[in-house]
């Protein structure tokens, strides 16, 4: 197992530099880049994204860097060639892209992610700073989603058919009919001042006199601010792993070592979380990381929009937008790496629930 483990962690950084080498190409085919956007603020017409996260010192630094990349573009129109070249100098845009990649990995081998274009500042403090946001709202959505969706779909398979059953299909129902972000808007209109309660705060992860509080006092705060987002992505998450639960139960409950333990007089509990619950959570524990994952950078894209939270799916999304290439492959690092350990770690969980399982023995 332990050479399994090492073999798994040698790959990592090959399957990142594939993951960088690849949305690196994709960036250098896409239209528009930095140059665009920033000649786009130079000409007052730049995207409300750009607008709300350019400011201060950071947009003139970018404002540098647009004129620098390719005196080609028409935006550069009018500007002092040798301007324009010293620019490029600084930046790095005059080194061919090949060149450009060699410096960006060399940089990552040392947790070295750059500075932001549009903000002026380091990566690593722009992600540090979102990243409790984000690691919120995707550790607290995430347990909550398997404490809801284990047990609910265990027992509709225990009671297929049932009027149980039925009845909750339609809160199923629900949660794969409603996005999250309509779900968030319904629960900001009834308890958020939209129009009907005011119980819970709309904006930020905790008060502005948080720091003036006592711990306990801290602690209901966060909770108190985290209680409509939260809730707004587990409807939106639940109802795929409820069904997955029962689904997996219900193939293996209809398996003929199942009708022998039941033969050989063992209770149904016995049968149940002796012998299907192990094998029938492999699948459920497969499926983890990914719902971590997407619940951490993917799916509370649109939650932290709506409520204020500026976390790291915003960040990436703005990064997007903006052609803010440091931020973009510093973010895309970020998550890769820290997708690929919990895929390592679903793995290894995979051990722990059956052991029959080896991977060293492959």
Same mark, same amino acid.
């Given at each position: 197992?332990?050479?399994?483990?090492?073999?798994?962690?040698?790959?990592?950084?090959?399957?990142?530099?594939?993951?960088? !080498?690849?949305?690196?190409? +994709?960036?250098?085919?896409?239209?528009?880049?930095?140059?665009?956007?920033?000649?786009?603020?130079?000409?007052?017409?730049?995207?409300?994204?750009? !607008?709300?996260?350019?400011?201060?010192?950071?947009?003139? @630094?970018?404002?540098?860097?647009?004129?620098?990349?390719?005196?080609?573009?028409?935006?550069?129109?009018?500007?002092?060639?040798?301007?324009?070249?010293?620019?490029?100098?600084?930046?790095?845009?005059?080194?061919? !892209?090949?060149?450009?990649?060699?410096?960006?990995?060399?940089?990552?081998?040392?947790?070295?992610?750059?500075?932001?274009?549009?903000? #002026?500042?380091?990566?690593? #403090?722009?992600?540090?700073?979102?990243?409790?946001?984000?690691?919120?709202?995707?550790?607290?959505?995430?347990?909550? +989603?398997?404490?809801?969706?284990?047990?609910?779909?265990?027992?509709?398979?225990?009671?297929?058919?049932?009027?149980?059953?039925?009845?909750?299909?339609?809160?199923?129902?629900?949660?794969? @009919?409603?996005?999250?972000?309509?779900?968030?808007?319904?629960?900001? +209109?009834?308890?958020?001042?939209?129009?009907?309660? #005011?119980?819970?705060?709309?904006?930020?992860?905790?008060?502005?006199?948080?720091?003036?509080?006592?711990?306990?006092?801290?602690?209901? #705060?966060?909770?108190?601010? $985290?209680?409509?987002?939260?809730?707004?992505?587990?409807?939106?998450?639940?109802?795929?792993?409820?069904?997955?639960?029962?689904?997996?139960?219900?193939?293996?409950?209809?398996?003929?070592?199942?009708?022998?333990?039941?033969?050989?007089?063992?209770?149904?509990?016995?049968?149940?979380?002796?012998?299907?619950?192990?094998?029938?959570?492999?699948?459920?524990?497969?499926?983890?990381?990914?719902? $971590?994952?997407?619940?951490?950078?993917?799916?509370?894209?649109?939650?932290?929009?709506?409520?204020?939270?500026?976390?790291?799916?915003?960040?990436?999304?703005?990064?997007?937008?903006?052609?803010?290439?440091?931020?973009?492959?510093?973010?895309?690092?970020?998550?890769?790496?820290?997708?690929?350990?919990?895929?390592?770690?679903?793995?290894?969980?995979?051990?722990?629930?059956?052991?029959?399982?080896?991977?060293?023995?492959?």
């Amino acid at each position: 197992m332990l050479a399994y483990i090492l073999r798994r962690l040698a790959l990592i950084p090959l399957t990142l530099f594939g993951i960088i !080498a690849i949305n690196f190409v +994709i960036v250098q085919i896409a239209p528009g880049g930095p140059v665009e956007q920033l000649l786009a603020q130079l000409k007052n017409t730049a995207v409300a994204a750009t !607008a709300r996260v350019g400011g201060g010192e950071g947009v003139e @630094a970018g404002r540098g860097t647009a004129a620098g990349e390719n005196s080609a573009y028409r935006g550069a129109q009018g500007l002092d060639p040798a301007f324009v070249a010293e620019l490029n100098r600084q930046f790095g845009f005059d080194k061919p !892209a090949y060149v450009r990649f060699g410096l960006m990995v060399r940089d990552y081998l040392t947790f070295d992610l750059g500075k932001s274009y549009f903000r #002026d500042r380091d990566v690593w #403090d722009l992600v540090l700073d979102k990243l409790p946001v984000s690691i919120s709202l995707g550790v607290w959505s995430t347990l909550l +989603i398997y404490v809801i969706s284990i047990p609910l779909g265990i027992a509709k398979a225990v009671r297929d058919g049932s009027r149980f059953d039925v009845l909750s299909s339609a809160a199923v129902i629900v949660g794969y @009919a409603i996005p999250a972000f309509l779900f968030a808007i319904l629960l900001i +209109i009834l308890f958020a001042g939209g129009r009907y309660l #005011d119980w819970f705060p709309l904006r930020g992860l905790t008060s502005d006199h948080w720091a003036d509080l006592s711990w306990p006092a801290r602690i209901l #705060d966060y909770f108190w601010h $985290l209680t409509l987002p939260v809730t707004a992505m587990v409807i939106g998450g639940f109802a795929s792993l409820t069904m997955l639960t029962k689904n997996a139960f219900l193939d293996e409950i209809n398996k003929q070592y199942v009708v022998t333990a039941r033969a050989k007089g063992l209770s149904e509990r016995r049968v149940l979380y002796g012998h299907v619950f192990r094998n029938a959570m492999l699948l459920v524990i497969a499926g983890f990381p990914a719902t $971590l994952v997407g619940m951490l950078f993917t799916g509370s894209l649109l939650i932290e929009v709506i409520f204020s939270l500026d976390g790291l799916g915003l960040l990436g999304f703005e990064a997007v937008v903006n052609r803010d290439y440091p931020v973009m492959f510093g973010t895309l690092y970020v998550f890769s790496l820290i997708g690929l350990l919990l895929n390592l770690v679903s793995d290894l969980s995979y051990r722990l629930v059956d052991p029959r399982i080896d991977f060293g023995a492959r």
